[in-house]
């Protein structure tokens, strides 16, 4: 690089005399900051800002124990906050259907966790054996009435988890069992009950009383006399007949 052109280079940063112009192996770095210099263009503007500057604070949020808010203004910024109603007797009450269908799924008295003697005060399962004499019903009626014990259990369980309260598990859990020995009998039975009915269909297609076409009557039975004549018109009837006649 000629001297000339390091002279026009450096012109408006350095003296004009040649002694003081910087030699040639610091052109590159000079020239890099002269050009940066030229692009650091600050423009000067009237108009406002599209949007608010990004906040780079980690720890900012919306808190009321450090009164900390968001730096830019909201739409709910000047109404006024809800204060805490200290006094009990300046609280409104809530009317509560006292037969809400929710309360089901509470214990009697209406508690968050069940005392454990409550728990652990239950009778025995159902047995196969009782159930067979229920109704489908009854069977239906009994299978809700455990899932809705086993769905008090397990949101008492998960409570007294989260409240760390440390007794109650063991109660609930032999609880628990009991009711799913229950729900297995039910199961059970009513397995039972099925292949009992599809038995029942075999038999059925080849019943003359019988009708599953769905036409008319499901079950027509037939007259004493019929069977009485269809007997005595049996060949083998009648010589079973004459035999113990000749005997």
Known sequence: MSVRSIR????????????????????PSLSSAVASSLVRVSRFSTSQPQGFPRDRNPDRGVSAIRRTGTREPLSVSNLPLPKPVLDPSKRSK???????????????????????EDDYAHGRPWSAEELRNKSWEDLHSLWWVCVKERNRIATQS???????????????????????RT??????????RWYSWEESRKIARTDKEVDLSGDGSAYTPRDLEDDVLEESNDPSEQQRGAATAAS
């Open 8 to 27: 026009q280079l450096t012109r408006p940063y350095c003296p004009s005399t040649l002694s003081e112009t910087p030699p040639p192996f610091l052109v």
């Open 94 to 116: 809530v009317q509560v259907d006292e037969n809400h269908g929710l309360w089901q799924f509470f214990n009697k008295e209406r508690t968050a966790i069940s005392k454990p």
């Open 158 to 180: 998960f409570e007294r988890g989260r409240l760390k309260a440390g007794y109650g598990d063991y109660e609930a859990q032999r609880r628990d069992t009991t009711i799913r």
């Open 183 to 192: 729900q297995r009998s039910i199961k059970h039975v009513l397995t039972e």
